[in-house]
């Protein structure tokens, strides 16, 4: 594994590595994968903007966004970062997948701050997400995975809140020889079973929602070959270094290490 990379082959990039809570040492959940000239954005939280534009990268470099769920902490930085790309003059379309019952209110969202697609200069394809259901462009596969993340928030208030999105997605992206998951937002450690049946290059793992040993306990002795932790609950990120201690002795060989933006790895 390695950190900090100059434009890796194949990899990632950590544009925000926060959970839900206000952080004033990380923004929220934004990464980039790249496989050769392929981009893939997964998640647009708070900060994604001035992140992307301190990356140097260019603003037609990104060839789809993938949304896991509507939590703010993972979309709330999605339309500045389209205002960006508006700015930058982005002429290429813009595929955008996510939960279905989520896109009239993003596609809302951006008319309400006046980023009306005749103005922008670029289409956006909005594509709703499906359970098992490929993406799949020039030899790249993403298959998304339902998650539980949202299922409380759903029973309780769905009757009320009809017209809210409670969908939640993990993803497994294979291509160009690798084979690499993301979990998402997951609400049990069983979440993670379709995305370890096989074995991973990286897997880019959340660290808030379940209890820490029950995770380890789920990961313990599956073929990885690295493990980057993210979206760590406040306690674990004030003290990295009792996370550090008990993953290496729950884990043993595999590599892991804890992100934090701007981080890069290769896979």
């Known amino acids: 594994m390695s950190r900090k990379t100059s434009a890796p082959r194949s990899g990632l990039t950590c544009f925000g590595v926060g959970e839900g809570w206000p952080c004033a040492d990380r923004n929220h959940s934004s990464f980039l994968f790249r496989f050769g000239d392929l981009h893939y954005l997964f998640d647009a939280g708070d900060g994604l903007s001035s992140t992307y534009k301190a990356s140097g990268l260019s603003y037609d470099r990104i060839d789809r966004v993938f949304i896991s769920h509507m939590h703010s902490d993972h979309v709330g930085g999605f339309s500045l970062f389209v205002q960006g790309l508006w700015l930058e003059k982005r002429r290429r379309a813009l595929p955008v997948h996510m939960p279905g019952q989520g896109i009239p209110a993003m596609r809302a969202w951006l008319q309400a701050t006046g980023l009306f697609e005749d103005l922008v200069g670029f289409p956006i394809y909005w594509e709703p997400l499906a359970e098992n259901i490929p993406i799949r462009e020039a030899g790249m596969t993403i298959l998304p995975f339902h998650t539980s993340h949202l299922d409380s928030l759903r029973q309780a208030f769905q009757k009320k809140h009809k017209s809210t999105c409670f969908e939640a997605f993990s993803f497994l992206i294979e291509g160009h020889g690798k084979r690499v998951a993301y979990t998402g937002d997951i609400g049990r450690a069983s979440d993670l079973d379709p995305l370890l049946k096989e074995p991973l290059d990286l897997l880019l793992c959340e660290a808030s929602h379940i209890p820490l ?28 270094s009792r996370m550090l201690q008990e993953t290496k002795a729950a884990l043993g060989d595999i590599p892991f290490v804890i992100a934090r933006d701007g981080d890069e790895y290769t896979f």
């Open 213 to 240: 040993p029950e995770l380890l306990a789920k990961l313990r002795g599956r073929p990885i070959r690295q493990i980057v932790f993210t979206h760590l609950e406040r306690e674990l990120w004030s003290d990295k």
